[in-house]
T-cell receptor, first 112, second 115 residues
């Protein structure tokens, strides 16, 4: 069985500050991990994915995430927040199948 | 726009009516997934289909819900005799291959409201 836990349903940062969104997972098989972003009334857009190889993954819009097997984590970071980053972010995984298992999401608020 | 197309974007039904949600996958994609997003929750997997086949329906409610992906035309998620608890956003995603490392591409969803 797989599960994804996102710590903090709401995160607020100042514009220009570091963004850190936390994701921990549980999987009985080596997982493939994804971060998606959802803007209001829209679908999910892929930010980045980890499958195999390099554990530091770079994505779109300046985001990156690091896969840490020993900590079962896949935290999302961005060095400097922009107002346009305000959205909901979902961590997800697949493992041993095709269906995505999602965390409950983190709403990111960016303040001036 | 060659992305995943869902229609309608918004659907209002009265209790007891039927709801039909449509999804056209991205060009070249033969795998379709349906997810449901309830308020304040993440997306929950419902069903995974390939052309004319249901591959995994482990997330589908046992009653009133069905899905199909015919040889021609869009995938359809059908909800019979809708109840208030069916109110949610329903998202369709598609992918080109069977490898689970292939990212799924999502449509903008259908927001179903039950009166």
């Amino acid at each position: 069985a797989q599960s994804v836990t996102q710590l903090g349903s709401h995160v607020s940062v100042s514009e220009g500050a570091l963004v850190l969104l936390r994701c921990n997972y549980s999987s009985s098989v080596p997982p493939y991990l994804f971060w998606y972003v959802q803007y209001p009334n829209q679908g999910l857009q892929l930010l980045l994915k980890y499958t195999t190889g390099a554990t530091l993954v770079k994505g779109i819009n300046g985001f990156e995430a690091e896969f840490k097997k020993s900590e079962t984590s896949f935290h999302l970071t961005k060095p400097s927040a922009h107002m346009s980053d305000a959205a909901e972010y979902f961590c997800a995984l697949t493992g041993g199948g095709n269906k995505l298992t999602f965390g409950t999401g983190t709403q990111l608020k960016v303040e001036l | 726009n060659a992305g995943v197309m869902q229609n309608p974007r918004h659907l209002v039904r009265r209790r007891g009516q039927e709801a039909r949600l449509r999804c056209s996958p991205m060009k070249g994609h033969s795998h379709v997934y349906w997810y449901r997003q309830l308020p304040e929750e993440g997306l929950k997997f419902m069903v995974y289909l390939q052309k004319e086949n249901i591959i995994d329906e482990s997330g589908m409610p046992k009653e009133r819900f069905s899905a199909e992906f015919p040889k021609e035309g869009p995938s359809i998620l059908r909800i019979q005799q809708v109840v208030r608890g069916d109110s949610a956003a329903y998202f369709c995603a598609s992918s080109p291959e069977t490898n689970s490392n292939q990212p799924q591409h999502f449509g903008d969803g259908t927001r179903l409201s039950i009166l």
